[in-house]
């Protein structure tokens, strides 16, 4: 064995927000490398933290012996926080299992090519008024609005009452991105009343959208309640906008990076839909989420106690060159790529992927079309508070590629 190796750097996993999100990568590859399966404390109590690909991986699926009905931060009393029923995403099978067949039935391929008109609509007109004015915020004119307009879509949002809800969507995906869903004030509240008033109008009257098929659905003979289905419309709102955001701005910036790849992406939009894998790989947006232990679990020699809230780190994971090769953390949009866990994996894999794939393929075919030379500065770019989803709140974006 080699006796001239460097000193391994501080093994430390330290919780990100806001500035700090802007290259946690080094501090993952140093997870990975030296302590993949890495025990922390604070004052709240111990934590693990899982970074390579194998593990993060095995523990998504593997759901009884890594819960999720605990919650999904690292905060031990989580669910007493919360006043509303769990949501899915807080649900271990068998009971998540049939709650989730009735809600994913509402987002076939056809739901989704319905949709696509709509979105492209909406894109091609924010793209040309960047393109006009040369120079603005493309999070705030297209990355931030577009997931909005989807979730709201599938929720059966009407077009009337949109500005209202993108704006208590802006209130609640921050309070919760900071991990104090009370702290949204009144739009969490407005939310909560706009949703509880659409579950009664669609029991006369359903439409094509999520709720309807919630409350009108009979699992086992009995009703879906109205709290699950509030917790549901939450999980939709607080899940499918920021990490949304946090992919297209995070693509924008790979994109400037590296204008070669864009240049491939001009030159055949056909391939786009990998490029998005590999965007969706390298960005991970949601970076990492908890999971609780419910029993004694050893990984690579280390035993988790049971009762313990272990991070999976999907972001560290989806750059393990154990998985990916030695070019792991470069951007290569014809890389093949088997799986990746930026949606998870296993029985809480997202339900909005193909609603993913389609506005991200959307706004980049019509980006790059319309602006193939813009750039994005991403230096000057600011990230959002929250210690779990990785995003940009601000990017300034050039037309002309003036950056
Ligand atoms: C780039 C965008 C997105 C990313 C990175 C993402 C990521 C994820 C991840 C990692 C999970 C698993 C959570 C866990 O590990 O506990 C998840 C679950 C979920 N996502 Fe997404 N998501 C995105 C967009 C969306 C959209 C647009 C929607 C809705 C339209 C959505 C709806 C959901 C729902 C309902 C679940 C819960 C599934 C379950 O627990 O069975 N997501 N998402």
Redesign the pocket.
């Known amino acids: 064995m080699s006796t001239t190796q460097a000193e391994p750097p501080p093994i430390v996993f330290e919780p990100r927000s806001g500035e700090s999100w802007r290259d946690p990568f080094p501090m993952y590859k140093a997870l990975r490398d030296h302590d993949p399966v890495h025990m922390f404390e604070n004052d709240r109590g111990e934590f693990w933290a899982l970074s390579r690909f194998s593990h993060v991986l095995a523990a998504?699926i593997d759901a009884k012996t890594f819960s999720?009905a605990k919650g999904?931060t690292i905060a031990y009393n989580e669910m007493e926080q919360l006043d509303i029923e769990s949501?899915?995403?807080?649900?271990d099978p068998p009971d998540?299992t049939a709650?989730?067949k009735l809600?994913?039935k509402r987002?076939t391929p056809r739901q989704l090519n319905a949709i696509e008109p709509l979105l492209r609509a909406f894109v091609i007109e924010r793209v040309e008024r960047l393109r006009e004015m040369g120079e603005g915020d493309v999070v705030q004119e297209l990355f931030k609005p577009l997931?909005s307009l989807?979730?709201g879509h599938?929720l059966g949002v009407p077009e009337a009452d949109r500005s209202l809800f993108d704006r208590w969507t802006d209130a609640t995906v921050a309070a919760s991105a900071d991990g104090n869903i009370g702290s949204g004030g009144d739009a969490v509240g407005e939310l909560v009343r706009y949703f509880s008033e659409m579950i009664e109008r669609v029991r006369k009257n359903p439409g094509d959208d999520v709720i309807s098929a919630l409350v009108h659905a009979r699992p086992g003979g009995n009703e879906v309640s109205a709290a699950w289905i509030l917790g549901?419309a939450f999980?939709?709102v607080t899940?499918?906008?920021d990490?949304?955001?946090?992919?297209?701005s995070g693509a924008a910036e790979l994109l400037t990076k590296n204008p070669g790849q864009k240049k491939l992406l001009a030159e055949d939009p056909g391939r786009i839909p990998n490029a998005i894998e590999e965007f969706?790989r390298l960005?991970?947006?949601?970076q990492g989420?908890?999971?609780t232990t419910t029993r004694d679990v050893t990984i690579d020699g280390k035993t988790i106690p049971s009762g313990r809230k272990v991070m999976?780190l999907?972001a560290s994971a989806n750059r393990d060159e154990r998985e990916f090769g030695p070019d792991a953390s470069e951007c290569d949009i014809t890389r093949k790529i088997r799986r990746h866990?930026?949606?998870?994996y296993g029985?809480?894999?997202?339900?909005?992927?193909a609603?993913?794939r389609l506005?991200?393929r959307i706004a980049l075919e019509e980006l790059i079309g319309r602006c193939p030379d813009f750039t994005v500065d991403f230096a000057k770019g600011t990230f959002a508070s929250g210690s779990y989803?990785r995003r940009y709140a601000s990017m300034p974006f050039c037309a002309t590629g003036a950056f």
């Open positions: 998504a999720s999904l949501p899915i995403v807080m649900m998540h709650i989730r809600a994913i987002f997931p989807v979730v599938f549901f999980t939709m899940g499918g906008n990490t949304t955001t946090g992919l297209l969706l960005t991970s947006p949601a989420l908890a999971r999976l999907y866990l930026a949606l998870s029985p809480h894999f997202c339900i909005g992927a609603a993913v506005q991200s989803v």
